[in-house]
């Protein structure tokens, strides 16, 4: 994580990291103004706090009360050498608490993260550079040698070469990558986080057998996703982006709708058509593109090669993005590795999919079979010695396709967690399985997992499969645990040179009926591709481009930007429109029009119901709003302060209307009850000289909104690489 630093007045320092400021001052004894906490007041009290969080956790997974719970911490100095302390931390438990409880609340204090670093002792690298902004790089950690080189199945290079390249990649770029986290809680198990340290929303998780291998599956992530725009999805680009020769990729093109809204000739196939719009009822503006918001310019549309023929096929960008999310990319040291791995996830997604939704039973992997991979059963081993039994399934349906499962079950809740892997090799395919498993998850994360259910509707309703895609916490059926398997196990391989498992899985594909559709992108200094297979690797049903489509926003954005610029008669027409959407009340204005706001303001915290409260008091329309205001109390998922500022505001609403009660009687009880500021905001808001509490004003230039302009700044960091590759391949004009 990077933390920069700002010099302030006097001793007052400010560090800004994420969305986050902390404020640091001197005691007024040693010449500051005590104003804030000094620096090591919040290292103390980081290790105090980090102690309280993890027996948080260990009590919300047991559904253990914590208000009957005190912890404190002293800090006891050496006089002989000030460096020298003892923290100690105490806690206070209820006497009635079983002891069993009571020694895992101390077990789970002795995994404080902060203890930990302070007790491994944090190496500190202190230097000078020329500039901050442009020490593009906090990641390189293996440096390639001639000594040392490191090669894992489907790698054509050495995981130390790989690492160099891509980090220089994103060098290259003038992105600085951190590392904000490492996870390795069994044997031959990592995963870590990393991400942009300018746009921390631009991050990517990494998995494998090794520390190393964990990188390269980071960094690849982060080249993929860079390479197909994935970070920025559903997200405004701003007015710059929005009117450049071009918004995505050179080679994209724009197709203006046809008469009636229809569908422009050019985008798509026959093909593709009967699967997208069978009954003739997608419209042109479903697939206006979200990013630009150009509605002027028509359908931006990027070019995939269709793989049965070889000819050119354009796909509006807005359905890629509404339907695919990241299934179908990757980057790899050559292309035939990147499709490798594009296509084994593709197959890994589908075929996880069919076996939840049509609650198949799999086939055990024989422990003879497992025991061809000691170290798979090393990390199998020692997450069974905490408690977790571990099923091991083969899930390649009889052999038709390279994939494999290993499910968790979680006695403590009755959870269960199924991960899948695929890869041509067997081995790969179930070490994939397993580092899925664990990705990002300490064992505290395990207690969130769902329980099985024999309720075949709950596991084949869409937002299932995608709960599975995002995170692997979907629901599975208690019939995928039947002894009575509906396959037989089979020790499969698809695996050769990286050439040869791609043409197998593209056969595999074939043979199934499938068209794929591929887009290569070789930009940025590694091939990266992205493949479609309509109607086989979608995330979202197709029914989304009509019913649940992102661009959307382009109906509200201006307005809310605008908000606090519109006339009554816009603000009348706007909650008019968001009423008439059917919007879910519930849904954040974040998600609604694609602009990233600090969640720690109340613009962040946002959703569409609180924003039809706030109009309908700048109109004084008082009846609608207390009608909004009972919906948000029923369903508070605000801030404290925001909730309290609602309640005030019901009861300020209730005396409002009435006609037998005055205001003024109960000021002084209801400022008691709610605060003077609380109730000064309420009431101004109630009689309209308080317009829109809360709310920064905004702008279509997103001027004020920090979060967002760090995006936009990565992408253009892209869009720029882009610019500058379509001039290198300009043939220079002879001058005569």
């Given at each position: 994580?990077?933390?920069?630093?700002?010099?302030?007045?006097?001793?007052?320092?400010?560090?800004?990291?994420?969305?986050?400021?902390?404020?640091?001052?001197?005691?007024?004894?040693?010449?500051?103004?005590?104003s804030?906490?000094?620096?090591?007041?919040?290292?103390?009290?980081?290790s105090?706090?980090?102690?309280?969080?993890?027996?948080?956790?260990?009590?919300k997974?047991?559904?253990?009360?914590?208000h009957?719970?005190?912890?404190s911490?002293?800090?006891?100095?050496?006089?002989?050498?000030?460096?020298?302390?003892?923290?100690?931390?105490?806690?206070?438990?209820?006497?009635?608490?079983?002891?069993?409880?009571?020694?895992?609340?101390?077990?789970?204090?002795?995994?404080?993260?902060?203890k930990?670093?302070?007790?491994?002792?944090?190496?500190?690298q202190?230097?000078?550079v020329?500039?901050?902004?442009e020490?593009?790089?906090a990641?390189?950690?293996?440096?390639?040698?001639?000594?040392?080189?490191?090669?894992i199945?489907g790698?054509?290079l050495?995981?130390?070469?790989?690492?160099?390249?891509?980090s220089?990649?994103?060098?290259?770029?003038?992105m600085?990558?951190?590392i904000?986290?490492?996870?390795?809680i069994?044997?031959?198990?990592?995963s870590?986080?990393?991400?942009?340290?300018?746009?921390?929303?631009?991050?990517?998780?990494?998995?494998?057998?090794?520390?190393e291998?964990?990188?390269?599956?980071?960094?690849?992530?982060?080249?993929?996703?860079?390479?197909?725009?994935?970070?920025?999805?559903?997200?405004?680009?701003?007015?710059?982006?929005?009117?450049s020769?071009?918004?995505?990729?050179?080679?994209?093109?724009?197709?203006?709708?046809?008469?009636?809204?229809?569908?422009?000739?050019?985008?798509?196939?026959?093909?593709?058509?009967?699967?997208?719009?069978p009954?003739?009822?997608?419209?042109g503006?479903?697939?206006?593109?979200?990013?630009?918001?150009?509605?002027?310019?028509?359908?931006?549309?990027?070019?995939?090669?269709r793989?049965?023929?070889g000819?050119?096929?354009?796909?509006?960008?807005?359905?890629?993005e509404?339907?695919?999310?990241?299934?179908?990319?990757?980057?790899?040291?050559?292309l035939?590795?990147?499709?490798?791995?594009?296509?084994?996830?593709?197959?890994?997604?589908?075929v996880?999919k069919?076996?939840?939704?049509?609650?198949?039973?799999?086939?055990?992997?024989?422990?003879?079979v497992?025991?061809k991979?000691?170290?798979?059963?090393?990390?199998i081993?020692?997450?069974?010695?905490?408690?977790?039994?571990?099923?091991?399934?083969?899930?390649?349906?009889g052999?038709?396709?390279?994939v494999m499962?290993v499910?968790?079950?979680?006695?403590?809740?009755?959870?269960?967690?199924?991960s899948?892997?695929?890869?041509?090799?067997?081995?790969?395919?179930?070490?994939?399985?397993?580092?899925?498993?664990?990705?990002?998850?300490?064992?505290?994360?395990?207690?969130?997992?769902?329980?099985p259910?024999?309720?075949?509707?709950?596991?084949s309703?869409?937002?299932?499969?995608?709960?599975?895609?995002?995170?692997?916490?979907?629901?599975?059926?208690?019939?995928?645990?039947s002894?009575k398997?509906?396959?037989?196990?089979?020790?499969?391989?698809?695996?050769?040179?990286?050439?040869?498992?791609?043409?197998?899985?593209?056969?595999?594909?074939?043979?199934?009926?499938?068209e794929?559709?591929v887009?290569?992108?070789?930009?940025?200094?590694?091939?990266?591709?992205?493949?479609?297979?309509p109607?086989?690797?979608?995330?979202?049903?197709?029914?989304?481009?009509?019913?649940?489509?992102?661009?959307?926003?382009?109906?509200?954005?201006?307005?809310?930007?605008?908000?606090?610029?519109?006339?009554?008669e816009?603000?009348?027409?706007?909650?008019?429109?968001?009423?008439?959407?059917q919007?879910?009340?519930y849904?954040?204005?974040?998600?609604?029009?694609?602009?990233?706001?600090?969640?720690n303001?109340v613009?962040?915290?946002?959703?569409i119901?609180?924003?039809k409260?706030?109009?309908?008091?700048?109109?004084r329309?008082?009846?609608?709003?207390?009608?909004?205001?009972?919906?948000?109390?029923?369903?508070?998922?605000?801030?404290?302060?925001r909730?309290?500022?609602y309640?005030?505001?019901?009861?300020?609403?209730?005396?409002t209307?009435?006609?037998?009660?005055?205001?003024?009687?109960?000021?002084?009880?209801?400022?008691?009850?709610?605060?003077?500021?609380?109730?000064?905001?309420?009431?101004?808001?109630?009689?309209?000289?308080?317009?829109?509490?809360?709310?920064?004003p905004?702008?279509?230039?997103?001027e004020?909104?920090?979060?967002?302009?760090?995006l936009?700044?990565?992408?253009?960091?892209?869009?720029?690489a882009?610019?500058?590759?379509?001039?290198?391949e300009?043939?220079v004009?002879?001058?005569?």
């Open positions: 994580m990077e933390i920069k630093v700002n010099f302030l007045e006097n001793l007052r320092l400010e560090a800004k990291f994420d969305d986050f400021t902390v404020v640091t001052d001197q005691p007024i004894r040693y010449k500051g103004d005590g804030a906490p000094s620096p090591f007041d919040y290292f103390l009290a980081s105090a706090l980090c102690a309280a969080y993890f027996v948080r956790v260990y009590c997974a047991r559904d253990i009360p914590t009957n719970i005190r912890l911490q002293n800090n006891i100095v050496d006089p002989e050498n000030r460096y020298n302390q003892i923290f100690k931390i105490q806690v206070e438990l209820p006497e009635d608490l079983p002891e069993k409880h009571k020694e895992g609340i101390l077990r789970s204090i002795d995994r404080c993260t902060v930990k670093v302070v007790q491994t002792g944090p190496d500190f202190i230097e000078t020329d500039n901050l902004d020490d593009a790089q990641l390189m950690m293996v440096e390639p040698d001639s000594h040392t080189q490191t090669f199945e790698k054509d050495p995981l130390e070469q790989t690492i160099a390249n891509m220089g990649i994103l060098a290259d770029l003038g600085k990558i951190e904000a986290s490492w996870r390795n069994v044997p031959h198990v990592w870590l986080h990393i991400r942009d340290a300018a746009s921390p929303m631009c991050f990517t998780n990494g998995k494998g057998a090794t520390k291998s964990a990188l390269c599956s980071a960094l690849g992530e982060f080249i993929e996703r860079l390479n197909c725009n994935f970070f920025y999805n559903d997200q405004y680009f701003g007015e710059e982006i929005a009117y020769d071009f918004v995505h990729y050179p080679n994209e093109k724009w197709f203006q709708p046809g008469p009636d809204d229809a569908l422009p000739e050019g985008i798509l196939d026959d093909h593709c058509r009967a699967i997208y719009d009954e003739g009822d997608l419209r503006s479903n697939l206006f593109d979200t990013n630009s918001g150009r509605t002027d310019r028509g359908i931006c549309a990027l070019p995939f090669v793989q049965s023929d000819e050119t096929v354009y796909f509006p960008s807005n359905l890629v509404n339907l695919f999310l990241s299934n179908g990319m990757s980057a790899g040291n050559t035939n590795e990147a499709e490798v791995q594009c296509l084994s996830e593709i197959f890994e997604r589908a996880k069919q076996i939840i939704e049509q609650e198949i039973a799999l086939p055990d992997v024989p422990k003879a497992l025991a991979y000691p170290s798979i059963v090393e990390g081993e020692a997450l069974e010695q905490q408690g977790f039994p571990i099923l091991v399934k083969d899930a390649s349906l052999g038709q396709f390279p499962c499910t968790l079950m979680n006695p403590r809740n009755g959870g269960v967690f199924a899948f892997g695929a890869h041509p090799s067997f081995e790969v395919a179930l070490e994939r399985s397993l580092t899925e498993l664990l990705q990002g998850r300490s064992f505290e994360g395990l207690n969130d997992v769902p329980a259910t024999f309720n075949s509707l709950a596991v309703e869409p937002n299932n499969f995608v709960e599975h895609f995002i995170d692997s916490t979907g629901v599975v059926s208690w019939r995928f645990f002894n398997h509906d396959y037989d196990f089979c020790e499969w391989d698809f695996s050769g040179t990286n050439a040869e498992e791609a043409e197998r899985l593209f056969g595999i594909l074939g043979d199934l009926g499938r794929v559709y887009a290569v992108y070789e930009e940025l200094g590694a091939p990266a591709c992205r493949i479609l297979v109607g086989y690797s979608e995330v979202y049903p197709v029914e989304d481009l009509i019913m649940d489509n992102t661009n959307m926003a382009l109906d509200y954005r201006e307005d809310i930007l605008n908000l606090h610029r519109l006339s009554d816009q603000l009348a027409d706007l909650v008019e429109r968001l009423e008439a959407s919007l879910d009340n849904m954040t204005i974040i998600t609604l029009i694609g602009v990233e706001f600090d969640e303001t613009w962040g915290q946002l959703t119901l609180e924003l409260i706030l109009i309908c008091l700048a109109l329309w008082h009846e609608e709003a207390l009608e909004f205001v009972d919906m948000f109390l029923q369903f508070n998922d605000n801030t404290v302060e909730g309290l500022f309640r005030a505001m019901n009861a300020v609403l209730e005396v209307l009435d006609e037998d009660m005055e205001l003024d009687d109960y000021l002084a009880n209801f400022t008691r009850m709610y605060g003077e500021d609380t109730m000064n905001a309420v009431v101004g808001s109630v009689n309209g000289t308080v317009r829109f509490h809360g709310l920064e905004t702008n279509m230039q997103l004020g909104l920090e979060k967002h302009q760090r936009v700044e990565s992408y253009k960091k892209l869009h720029a882009r610019a500058r590759t379509v001039k290198a300009r043939p004009e002879s001058v005569k």
